[in-house]
């Protein structure tokens, strides 16, 4: 019996703990452009990662969009990598608490994005997009992708 309680609430525990995106870069899951996802922070620490494949010369912004009103706190953070998983930007709080990054593309490939909580123990939902810039009609810059979805 005892030990039967001790096992449901492990489970339990882990069942709030449970990861919807992969926490490391070589297993990053893929998200195409022009595509928005929704995600969630959990468990202090979490980390999503995600692999895009890129072409070189066009301008991409990728937006995280922080969607949790019940926790009007949370801080989102992006952090984006070239395919030698080197790090080539991050962006904190360039629309209030949410991430936007703009990059014009070196080398056609598969680059990385890394979304969390700024500070390593904020969980909340939030939608990422990476939109591919000649898809505006006209300019446009990266505040117009963000609160797209």
Do not use: W
């Not at 870069?25 to 995600?39: C, D, E, F, K, R």
């Not at 801080?75 to 629309?95: A, P, R, T, V």
């Not at 505006?136 to 990266?142: D, E, H, L, R, V």
Request: aromatic share 14%; glycine share 8%.
């Amino acid at each position: 019996m005892f030990f039967s309680l001790i096992l449901f609430l492990l489970l339990f525990i882990s069942s709030l703990c449970s990861d919807d995106y992969p926490d490391s870069i070589g297993s990053a899951a893929l998200i195409p452009v022009n595509t928005a996802i929704q995600g969630t922070i959990t468990c202090g620490g979490d980390y999503d990662f995600f692999r895009v494949n890129l072409v070189a010369g066009r301008t991409y912004v990728i937006t995280m969009e922080a969607l949790n009103p019940a926790s009007p706190s949370f801080d989102d953070y992006l952090k984006f990598y070239d395919s030698s998983q080197s790090e080539i930007d991050h962006d904190d709080d360039s629309s209030g608490k949410n991430a936007i990054i703009s990059q014009t593309i070196s080398s056609t490939g598969v680059y990385y994005i890394r979304a969390s909580g700024y500070d390593g123990g904020e969980c909340g939902t939030y939608v990422l997009a990476v939109m591919d810039t000649s898809s505006c009609s006209g300019s446009c810059t990266s505040m117009d992708f963000l609160f797209m979805y």
